[in-house]
């Protein structure tokens, strides 16, 4: 769980609403979308809230199947996973709402061909607006963002805090100098990683979102793999919001 607002309050915001409500009448408005076959505005506007409607779902699946499968592998791998699962996914889900939609006016469905450009267009786009806005933070930028927390380390730590842990009365901040115990309430020491973001996996473990390299399964359980090898444990009360967010 983040400690600042809920993610689902903090990407619902006035202007995606007045894109959501006011890009698909426009889309139907403009464009045709195929040049062979006409199709009402009403018919239009439904295939383009489909279109949107399966991009959203497709993206979720695909960032969860690449963060979860594909964490350690080089940047442009991780992108041709993404293409693949987006055209996998997406281009099948987008000709059989296609062949059902016109199939009811009576003209002759697209092929399959006519609809694999917007599954490669989607696929690029989303791999431009990934590269620009969610690129890794390189180590050297995540040690420049020094929380509240540091101050309660030794003068001479440079490293990288990896996460939090309650240990009876006292939290472990694990770092990549080693741990450090500090005297504090869990929930103080988490206020204090601020600005860093990251999320609770369970009541008694915080960790660092850029810390995080991967997810594992033992036993039926759900761990978090840091950078540096640890597994954290994921509970049921926090594994939905880990979901949500993409993590797991």
Known sequence: MRVTLSPIHAEITLRRVIAALAFPPLLASAFQPFPAIDLSFAQRLVFWIGVLSLALCVARIARKVTHTYFADAHFSWRDTALVLVILGLFV????LLSYLLITVTGQQAP???SVAPYGALFATGLVLVREHSQTEPSEEEVASVAPRLAKRLPDTFKGQIYRLTVRDHAVEVV???GIFTIRSRFTDAIAEMEPVPGHCTHRSHWVVDAAIAGTERQSG???VRLKNGDLVPVSRK????LEQDGIL
């Open 175 to 177: 770092t990549s100098e």
């Open 111 to 113: 092929g399959f061909l």
């Open 238 to 241: 926090y594994k939905p919001m």
């Open 221 to 223: 359980k759900t761990f």
């Open 92 to 95: 099948p889900s987008l000709w």
